[in-house]
């Protein structure tokens, strides 16, 4: 195989005769996973794509989607992944990414790509293009504002897998459009670990899954992983298999990191930084139960300036599609999340728009909801803060209770308890809105906003 993939492609023939992907029906070898790769390109290729071109990906982890994301790459395409994208938001990040065919991977291999017309190209594709590097390009979750159009040099971003590690049976929980994702596949596949896919992501499909395919290496978010460990799915099934549990994308509740160490006993446990910008770096838990980690390894470094996390990378963004350059003119990234230092090891507070003032005093929110998941009967808990016209803000919180009939009277004793046990007068909430609906995004990241519109 020849193009801007090519070491990665052929770093995979060495475990020819090992597992690479695994659904609930069926598995497929490495040799046969090149093979898909192989009919992808050269279809991809005969229908007239050509390096530069800006295409885009339609499905979930899978042989096909992921063998097609390899095929672009190693043709030296742009690679636009939309597997969690909503129908009303797709047109305008075609637009945005200049997308000039679009790629169905949900049943195989297409006989006739899709065209469109495009706007001409941003000058970080064509940046791309004029050097005939491969590149990928993904979606801020918009949580904030519009998404942000994030490009990346793929083979910079690959250059961090070029040191295989340890090989896991690893589930596949975020998608291929999120650089969690990302990693998931090309640490696995480089590491000639087997890839576990999974057809829905909740507490029973993910433990029926670990069970059936003996899945060592289960990446997860808080949210889900206190889904999880609430739904009681972990307990009808043999998750024995598990090794490392590793979690990241937002703060974990000390609650819930604790429930977690004692239902998996014979596991490890490891704390996961990343951003779509900069990439993953390498991290390693101070001990299994804690909040605390190192950051680093290869191409990265980080500051702390102002009790604020900043990263620079080798793996970073050339930049945004609709947006200023985030970087300082060294390169630095302010990564706006608030940390506590303690000699190698740093702890994430949160962000520090996130933060609460009370009267001067900062409140986090996830110290907050750490509490209120203590509260027996509570399965979520958002807490943002309210503004008030004396204090600056106030603390509010949206909270879901596993009885979707428990009296709400009730459900506020519990959670106005269990805060007071833990937590000072100024953190505790002065409003809580019961809820029934969920209180994670289908990314299964906590909402706050749904705390923060809690007056309204």
Known sequence: MSGGAEWFLQGLAAHDAREALADERQAETYAEFRDRVNR?????????????????????????????????????????PLGGKTAPEVPELLKLASVTAVVDCLRGLPKEI????????????????????????????????KPKGIVHDAAALLERYRKPGAAFRTLTFLLLDHIGGLNTLFYTLRSGGTVVTVSERTPEAVCRAVERRRVELLPVTPSFLNLLLLDGAWRRYDLSSIKLISYGTEVMPEATLQRATEAFPNADFRQTYGMSEVGICTSRSKDRGSLWMTLGGHGFQY????????????????????????????????????????????????????????????????????????????????????????????????????????APDEVRRVVRKACAESLSSFKRPVKIKVVNSPLHSDRFKTMRRDAAGLSG
């Not at 991809?44 to 095929?71: E, I, R």
């Not at 990234?333 to 506590?340: A, M, P, R, S």
Request: aromatic share 6%; with cysteine.
């Open 303 to 406: 500051q702390v300036r102002d009790g604020i996390l900043w990263i620079k990378s080798q793996a970073s963004m050339l930049g945004y599609l609709n947006a200023p350059s985030p970087f300082d003119a060294d390169g630095w990234l302010n990564t706006g999340d608030q940390v506590e230092q303690d000699g190698e090891y740093v702890r994430i507070l949160g962000r520090k728009s996130d933060i609460i003032n009370v009267g001067g005093q900062k409140v986090y929110p996830a110290e907050v909801e750490s509490a209120i998941l203590k509260a027996p009967g509570i399965l979520e808990a958002a807490v943002a803060g309210e503004p008030h016209p004396l204090l600056g803000h106030v603390v509010v919180a949206a909270v879901r209770p596993a009885d979707p009939n428990a």
């Open 40 to 80: 992808w390109r050269d279809g991809l290729a005969a229908q007239g794509l050509a390096a530069g071109d800006v295409v885009s990906l339609t499905g979930d982890f899978g042989p096909d989607s992921c063998a097609a994301l390899l095929a672009l790459l190693d043709l030296r395409l742009i690679a636009v």
């Open 114 to 145: 899709e065209r469109l017309d495009a706007p001409p190209p941003h000058e970080l594709l064509q940046r791309l293009r004029a050097g005939g590097r491969p590149g990928i390009v993904l979606f801020s979750s918009g949580s904030s504002g």
